[in-house]
């Protein structure tokens, strides 16, 4: 039984250029989460998605990211034009349900994370 | 808004000795959760904490929530270096439609 997969696991861009991080969620998991975490700093929420909606967009940067999980395939999230403040740890973590939800513990569960590089 | 605070943030412990980290968070909840982070790795969940007054133990380490003072404390009884990690407490809302808030995490170093 898979875990939550991401990639690329290590991803270095230039300035300007896009990054696109996928997560594939568990099986069985139809929530997708998505955080950031930088250097010395804790995990910061960025999104959270369903198939096709997206649930909770609160920590999202207003400009540049935007995340996607389409009816089939994985979740992407995606940053436009790169600046070297992206450079971070993204985690993807999955859940059955709402995390913490009516019914049971939803533990989230995270993926190995993908770490972008902008030079 | 959510707020997640841990302390100490960063903790040097001798081995043998006993520890306490705190999580207070800032609005109702009664779901709290305990992760392990080891440098360059992922999250491990450790705990789940779903009522006031839970207490759970793995081990050396014991976590326990009192959800009417926001308060929940991880213990680390006897610590060995295997225990050198970050750990992290995320807390939800009882709002519906929103996500664990983490705190910023403590960082632990046991040595000998």
């Known amino acids: 039984n898979a875990g939550v997969m991401q990639n690329p696991r290590h991803l270095v861009r230039r300035r300007g250029q896009e990054a696109r991080l996928r997560c594939s969620p568990m099986k069985g998991h139809s929530h997708v989460y998505w955080y950031r975490q930088l250097p010395e700093e804790g995990l910061k929420f960025m999104v959270y998605l369903q198939k096709e909606n997206i649930i909770d967009e609160s920590g999202m940067p207003k400009e540049r990211f935007s995340a996607e999980f389409p009816k089939e395939g994985p979740s992407i999230l995606r940053i436009q034009q790169v600046v070297r403040g992206d450079s971070a740890a993204y985690f993807c973590?999955?859940?059955?349900?709402?995390?913490?939800?009516?019914?049971?513990?939803?533990?989230?569960?995270f993926g190995a994370g993908s770490r972008l590089t902008v030079l | 808004e959510l707020k997640v605070e841990q302390n100490p943030l960063f903790l040097s412990m001798q081995e043998g000795k006993n520890y306490t980290i705190y999580c207070n968070y800032s609005t109702t909840s009664d779901r709290l959760y305990w992760y392990r982070q080891d440098p360059g790795k992922s999250l491990e969940s450790l705990f789940v904490?779903?009522?006031?007054?839970a207490v759970k133990q793995e081990g050396r380490l014991m976590a326990s929530l009192d959800t009417k003072a926001r308060l929940s404390t991880l213990h680390i009884t006897a610590a060995v270096h295997d225990l050198s990690a970050t750990y992290f407490c995320?807390?939800?809302?009882?709002?519906?439609?929103?996500?664990?808030?983490f705190g910023k995490g403590t960082t632990l170093s046991v040595s000998s």
């Open positions: 995320a807390v939800k809302t009882n709002q519906a439609g929103t996500a664990l808030i």
């Open positions: 904490l779903l009522s006031n007054g």
């Open positions: 973590a999955s859940s059955p349900g709402l995390a913490g939800g009516l019914g049971g513990a939803n533990v989230l569960t």
